[in-house]
């Protein structure tokens, strides 16, 4: 079985600060998909990145950065310098290889909330 | 470029009453489509998803059916509503049945069931 774990379900930083959302998983397929997607309050889900189990370069895009570790089974976000504009809900999630198109697992989700 | 949208935007039905959500997508032909729920408290259900017109898998037996009578078109349905299938619904769409193809959202319909 599959399992994402979000343990922060709310954080709060003020503008500027570097926020960092945690992402623990757990599979057992040896080729797996990791991904990012943020929640604003409209509702949307929108795709932030995606991650296969054998790429663990971290990846970097703009204020927004990945850190991808097999050895603890984590999948860590960080935004630098935050923005109000980045309040939202953060989920992350899981995609095993086993051709199913229905195992994606999403975790409980982050509420980042970003004060002026 | 690929688009997707559903509609209606926000429902509030009363107990009892049919419930029609329709999902279509644009610029991509065979794509996986896939219905949430998402209730209070964040957690993101699937529902059912769908590789091509006329095959519906449901991974929660529940008062809900789903529909794909076009290639990218995918309807949720129910007959008689219940209190607790108030939620956030969201419609997704993916590539290929393999997993690993990026899954993309739309912009969720909110239902209030009263």
């Known amino acids: 079985a599959q399992k994402v774990t979000q343990a922060q379900t709310e954080i709060s930083v003020v503008e500027k600060e570097d926020v960092t959302l945690d992402c623990v998983y757990e599979t057992r397929d040896t080729t797996y998909y990791l991904f990012w997607y943020k929640q604003p309050p409209s509702g949307e889900l929108v795709f932030l990145i995606r991650?296969?189990?054998?790429?663990?370069q971290n990846e970097i895009s703009g204020r927004y950065s990945w850190n991808f570790q097999k050895s603890t089974s984590s999948f860590n976000f960080t935004i630098t310098a935050s923005q109000v504009v980045d309040s939202a809900v953060y989920f992350c999630?899981?995609?095993?290889?086993?051709?199913?198109?229905?195992?994606?697992?999403f975790g409980s989700g982050t509420q980042l909330t970003v004060l002026p | 470029s690929q688009t997707i949208h559903q509609w209606p935007a926000t429902l509030v039905q009363p107990v009892g009453s049919p419930l029609s959500l329709e999902c279509t997508v644009e610029g991509t032909s065979n794509p996986n489509l896939y219905w949430y729920r998402q209730a209070a408290g964040r957690g993101l259900q699937l529902l059912f998803y769908?590789?091509?017109?006329?095959?519906i898998s449901s991974e929660v037996p529940q008062n809900l059916s789903a529909s794909r009578p076009q290639d990218r078109q995918f309807i949720l349905s129910s007959k008689k509503l219940l209190l607790s299938d108030s939620g956030f619904y969201l419609c997704?769409?993916?590539?290929?049945?393999?997993?690993?193809?990026?899954?993309?959202f739309g912009e969720g319909s909110w239902l209030t069931v009263v």
């Open positions: 997704a769409w993916g590539t290929g049945i393999f997993s690993g193809n990026t899954i993309y």
């Open positions: 999630a899981l995609s095993g290889a086993s051709g199913s198109a229905r195992q994606l697992t």
């Open positions: 769908s590789v091509g017109i006329g095959q």
């Open positions: 991650r296969n189990s054998f790429d663990e």
